[in-house]
């Protein structure tokens, strides 16, 4: 079985539990024993620290974040 990373919507409460892919939308928190959802945290991070990389402030040619508006 593979180990999850969650974090309870309710408290925030973070947790990792080995637990059947079919049964990855059924964790509950293990303190309030309110709903909890799969921690993406990392994956967010790893986007948010790509995005914009081509722009540098002076040559915008070749940048699709920015709109050449530098
Ligand atoms: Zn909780």
Redesign the pocket.
């Known amino acids: 079985m593979p180990l999850y990373s969650f974090v ?1 919507i ?2 925030k ?1 973070k947790f990792d539990e080995l637990v059947p892919v079919e049964k990855r939308g059924d964790v509950i ?1 293990p ?2 024993a ?1 709903a909890a959802d799969r921690d993406f945290k990392g994956a967010f991070a790893f986007i948010s620290g790509n995005k914009r990389s081509s722009c540098n402030g002076s040559n915008c040619s070749g940048c699709s974040g920015c709109g050449g508006n530098h």
């Open positions: 309870c309710d408290c409460h928190c303190k309030c309110g």
